[in-house]
């Protein structure tokens, strides 16, 4: 199972981000903080384990499966209204 990280906002970057919101940056320094806070974000991502990822995969194709065969089912629910309002239906 997935490490539970709480994003709370450390203490220190909290102080961070004031003192650069205080200084005015030119487009280089923005791009360069843009950069460096991706960084950081990125650091932060778990990756599942063999396990996890093919029970995600599991899910996913399963809930899929049903939208299709919901939607199909609507599908033809709306083809025999159609065809019995205006068409030859039976």
Not at 33 to 49: A, D, S
Not at 57 to 62: A, E, F, P, Q, R
């Amino acid at each position: 199972m997935a490490r539970k990280v709480i994003d709370e906002p450390s203490e220190d970057v909290v102080e961070n981000a004031k003192k650069d919101r205080g200084n005015s940056r030119g487009p280089f320094g923005r791009i360069a903080l843009f950069i460096r806070q991706v960084i950081g974000e990125l650091r932060k991502v778990v990756t599942p384990t063999r396990k996890e990822l093919f029970s995600y995969t599991g899910v996913v194709l399963i809930f899929v499966i049903i939208m299709m065969a919901l939607v199909y089912g609507l599908d033809l629910v709306f083809a025999f209204a159609v065809n019995y309002v205006f068409g030859n239906g039976s």
